[in-house]
């Protein structure tokens, strides 16, 4: 256990002694203050809007329709998840490949340590790191609260989604990193296999085919989309952790190939 | 302490390591020899854990290497032929890390840090990033983490390569000082440093020992770069 809180900490040194950190922190929230920004503005449009039209018809006409769960808060969430599908594959791409390039990785297989817990280490350690990025967006939802009163229910599935999501990214990426030297070929499998996995459900709409169906569960937005609109379905909660499993399993066996112990 | 019985190694077709055994005693200096891709470099791999034989195996301090790998790498120190340093780590905090991932009790780190950095000369240094440093001190910097968990077996893959005369000096007589309680395994290619360090040379060429002698015996009719040249210059296949 020490091992891997040695591992850990060493991943997250690396992480906020290197620029990289910063610049994808940077990135990522303007993005996400951009995407909360949009879809407030979207709302408050609307809003205005219905309520006019509310006071002519003398009730709630349509004004009921809309609430900032659906209309703020689901789609800003998703358009994070959309900003991780590119800075994740960045992020994990030098993880392992860096250690196998620079020849560091011979300190940690001569070191006594298991390949578990290199893995370990180095999935908590990123994901710890990935989590913390997200952190300051609760801050937007925050203001809502204090200015309206949304469900807070949607809001916590809504994170819990994300960060399932880069749970399963940074398993990815981490099984990416460990085919190669190169960050560049890393980012880019990363990246193509979670994209792939992103848009998957595109497939739906020619129905009625078993094959199609299996790839549609396959889809990360299938599972996603439910727990952003604040739903909690423990088939989406065995999706991911199994997705997770499977990635940290191939991981494994990557790592073996190349003479882990 | 070490005994390496019938290594190979095989790279798909191409043979690296053919068959190698041999044996170090307690308290010997080894000085592992041979030309370039004679599979030096991939037998301490495979003794240190790095690479997986393709079969044979290895005790060290009587653990095999494949059946308690653990154990056996709690007990050496390892420096590649690129030391394996963290180049955006300070001096300090990298050899923190070693200290920690090698497991070396928590009321010893401080005392194993300090003592690794005083036998490497690295206290100047020690809040520069690794990457802002020469060549040599990178190399002092592995040394130091090979050695700062005071392992009973020491293997080095080149150690005084790209140090300055005074320096290297100071890693020989730092060698001969832990060879009293550590065996050590030292491949290189300056002979003269084998022939005042090492008790005992084992001579490998094309994957295979070609000689595995006390330098006093070999050194007795002629110099030990006659006896490397004459054994190399022989056909690889043997």
């Given at each position: 256990m020490s091992t891997i809180i040695v591992l850990i900490k060493k991943e997250l040194k690396q992480f906020f002694i290197s620029p990289i950190a910063y610049v994808v922190m940077m990135i990522y929230l303007t993005l996400s203050g951009f995407f909360f920004y949009t879809n407030m503005e979207r709302f408050s449009f609307y809003y205005k809007r219905l309520k006019t039209m509310a006071q002519y018809s003398q009730g709630q006409g349509d004004l009921a329709m809309i609430n900032l769960n659906e209309m703020v808060i689901a789609p800003a969430l998703f358009n994070?998840?959309?900003?991780?599908?590119?800075?994740i594959p960045l992020i994990m791409m030098k993880s392992l490949a860096e250690e196998q390039r620079q020849k560091t990785d011979e300190l940690l297989r001569t070191s006594p340590l298991t390949v578990n817990q290199m893995i370990a280490g180095k999935y908590l350690g990123s994901l710890?790191?990935?989590?913390?990025?997200?952190?300051?967006?609760?801050?937007?939802?925050?203001?809502?609260?204090?200015?309206?009163?949304?469900?807070?229910?949607?809001?916590?599935?809504?994170?819990?989604?994300?960060?399932?999501?880069?749970?399963?990214?940074?398993?990815?990426?981490?099984?990416?990193?460990?085919?190669?030297?190169?960050?560049?070929?890393?980012?880019?499998?990363?990246?193509?296999?979670?994209?792939?996995?992103?848009?998957?459900?595109?497939?739906?709409?020619?129905?009625?085919?078993?094959?199609?169906?299996?790839?549609?569960?396959?889809?990360?937005?299938?599972?996603?989309?439910?727990?952003?609109?604040?739903?909690?379905?423990?088939?989406?909660?065995?999706?991911?952790?199994?997705?997770?499993?499977?990635?940290?399993?191939?991981?494994?066996?990557?790592?073996?190939?190349?003479?882990?112990? | 302490m070490i005994k390496v019985d019938h290594l190979v190694k095989n790279y798909g077709p191409y043979a690296a390591v053919k068959d190698i055994s041999f044996e170090v005693q307690p308290g010997e200096i080894l000085g592992f020899l041979g030309p370039n891709g004679a599979g030096k470099t991939t037998t301490m791999r495979m003794i240190t854990g790095v690479l997986p034989p393709t079969s044979g195996t290895a005790t060290i301090d009587g653990f095999d290497i494949l059946e308690n790998p653990l154990e056996v790498k709690k007990r050496i120190g390892y420096l590649p032929e690129t030391p394996p340093v963290y180049f955006d780590f300070t001096v300090q905090d990298y050899l923190k890390f070693v200290t920690e991932i090698k497991q070396v009790?928590?009321?010893?780190?401080?005392?194993?840090?300090?003592?690794?950095?005083?036998?490497?000369?690295?206290?100047?240094?020690?809040?520069?990033?690794?990457?802002?440093?020469?060549?040599?001190?990178?190399?002092?910097?592995?040394?130091?983490?090979?050695?700062?968990?005071?392992?009973?077996?020491?293997?080095?893959?080149?150690?005084?390569?790209?140090?300055?005369?005074?320096?290297?000096?100071?890693?020989?007589s730092m060698i001969q000082e832990l060879s009293q309680d550590h065996t050590i395994v030292l491949s290189t290619h300056i002979l003269p440093e084998v022939s005042l360090i090492c008790n005992r040379a084992t001579i490998i060429h094309g994957g295979r020992v070609v000689l595995d002698e006390k330098i006093d015996e070999m050194t007795k009719t002629q110099s030990l770069e006659e006896v490397f040249i004459e054994l190399i210059s022989k056909d690889g296949e043997v």
């Open positions: 994070m998840v959309f900003v991780f599908l590119f800075i710890l790191f990935i989590m913390g990025i997200i952190l300051p967006t609760v801050i937007y939802q925050g203001l809502l609260f204090y200015f309206s009163s949304p469900e807070l229910g949607p809001v916590i599935t809504g994170y819990l989604g994300i960060i399932l999501f880069i749970a399963a990214g940074v398993s990815v990426g981490l099984f990416a990193s460990s085919l190669t030297e190169n960050q560049i070929i890393a980012a880019v499998i990363a990246f193509v296999v979670l994209l792939f996995l992103f848009i998957i459900n595109l497939l739906q709409v020619t129905e009625g085919n078993i094959f199609i169906s299996v790839l549609t569960y396959l889809s990360v937005t299938e599972h996603l989309t439910n727990m952003l609109r604040g739903s909690l379905d423990t088939r989406d909660l065995v999706y991911f952790f199994s997705f997770i499993l499977f990635f940290l399993f191939l991981t494994k066996q990557s790592m073996t190939a190349k003479g882990w112990r | 009790p928590k009321v010893e780190q401080k005392d194993n840090l300090a003592w690794a950095m005083e036998k490497c000369s690295l206290q100047d240094v020690r809040h520069r990033l690794i990457g802002n440093l020469s060549k040599g001190f990178r190399q002092r910097v592995g040394l130091a983490g090979a050695i700062i968990n005071k392992p009973k077996v020491l293997i080095l893959d080149e150690p005084t390569v790209g140090l300055d005369p005074k320096q290297i000096r100071e890693i020989r």
